[in-house]
């Protein structure tokens, strides 16, 4: 917890003194006062400031974000007295508007150039990893729908199935509209080809997942049973996905991977520091049918104890191996087998192996069992390949054009995602949060490379957020600044006044809505 709050205030902190920079440097351009340069907001009292010139420079206690006071500037700073005045030659006010423009989106500037950097930086000195690609997927065995279901009646047991009908209902007053079973619009084996007219053959795969869920309902064309077909993929999709009762990925047959020796699961009586949860959803979404009642105890096994983690290591299972069956029951992907795991649970049954070899065992009687293994992922086993790049291109592509590239992706993915806060069929203002849902996009284990690539994505966020045309914002300063330089008429400074006082309102609400969700998913 405290590695993952370090990073957020280092990535905070970078992030707000170069967009206030951003201001800061435009004012000076043209010659514009700059009164105060702060990282972070001081109500009451500063950590540190010093007055330099006409600036005083300061950190402020409450890192909320931070600011630049520019003299003659009309918003929630703005001394009245000083409004009554005439514009003096170093005021933001006597400024001609072109100029004021490019002080405003100076903060945003800054950010979109600095997650650029940032992409290029990355790239260049560790590449992207492996990348695979839908066309891969399409070739060989499309994709899953996992559900989030539960087999067994008798406890709350979260897991993923595919290729069967959830045994699990919200509960009534949980607040979900599902149905007793879980309607998606893709199913198991199912290639996507195009997203509203777009062909998705060489475009990476998680961004196919991302853009699936963007801009609100859209049209796709799949592969279903060798034929093509097109679907709508409504806002109950996304939802389902959003929500985490759904889950798409490749579908990959289960090929063994690592074979353990030991255990290394929670066993009765461990002390429990952290719980990491995927996907964010009550258990009262999850209460099975009949209205089972029931608590989380801590004191049984969570997982698997010694004995089972072991039984694929004493049945003969290794590294390499393609499991095709269960009990003569054929398996498509490791979602398959863990079905046939539940189902089986307590029994002693046959694995069918590739290449006619059986593997007899028995799978342990308890909930979501496991046998000591861990399989292979898909980019381990469809056709992948490491992306390294150059600094300005040649033998590798140019991590300068690369960057460009992932800037712009995340740009258009994070605009994409707003639109579906407004649509209630999505569930997506469900999700929203503030510092601690984002603090929680960072890893327990520090990662240069990650937390350079989770700033990139934050200051991309700061940038969009701050150029929506709400007053207050930088998005609010420049939309009135585009309106005065229509109309050739400036805005009446009282009527700017008041709009900054309706901006301030509805960011401090958004403020409050956003970081509250985030203390009752705490503490609920």
Known sequence: MIIKIAQLLLSLTILVALHELGHFVAAKMFKTRVEKFYIFFNPWFSLFKKKIGETTYGIGWLPLGGYV??????????????????????????????????????????????????????????????VVYNSD??????????????????????NQYANYPAD?????????????????????????????????????????RIDLILWGEKELLIERNNKTIPINFSGGDIKLIVSGMVEIMPRVPVVVGRVLDKDYTVQQGDNLDSVAIKNYISIDDLLLKNNIKGDLVVGQKIKTHEESAIIARKAGLKEGMRIVSCNGEDIFSMVDLKYFFNKYKGDRVTLGIEKNKNITLTIPNEVNPKIGFLAKDYYNILPSKDINYSLLGGKNPSCISAGVFETSK?????????????????????????????????????????????????????????????????????AILIFEMITGRDVNPKILEKLQIVGMIILLGLFVYANGLDIWNLFN
């Not at 002080?103 to 492996?130: E, R, T």
């Not at 997927?137 to 979260?158: E, T």
């Open 69 to 130: 006071k520019i003299s003659g500037m009309i918003d929630e700073s703005m001394d009245k007295e000083q409004l009554e005045k005439d514009p003096e030659p170093w005021e933001f006010r006597s400024k001609p508007r072109w100029q004021k423009l490019i002080i405003m989106l100076g903060g945003v500037f800054v950010n979109v150039v600095l997650a650029f950097f940032i992409y290029s930086m990355v790239l260049w000195f560790w590449g992207k990893g492996a």
């Open 137 to 158: 997927i399409n070739d060989n065995y499309g994709i899953d729908v996992i559900y989030a279901g539960c087999l067994d009646k008798n406890s709350f047991n979260y």
């Open 168 to 208: 699990c209902v919200p509960n009534e007053n949980s607040g979900s509209d599902l149905p007793d079973f879980i309607d998606f619009s893709l199913k198991p084996g199912d290639k996507i080809i195009e997203i509203d007219g777009k062909n998705y053959d060489q475009v990476d795969w998680r961004d196919v």
């Open 410 to 478: 995340s740009i258009r993915q994070y605009v994409g995602q707003l639109p579906l806060i407004f649509l209630p069929e999505t569930g997506v203002y469900k999700e929203v949060g503030g510092f601690i849902k984002i603090g929680q996009i960072f890893p327990e284990d520090f990662s240069w490379k990650k937390f350079w690539i989770l700033t990139a994505l934050l200051s991309i966020m700061l940038a969009v957020i701050n150029l929506l045309p709400i007053p207050a914002l930088d998005g609010g300063h420049a």
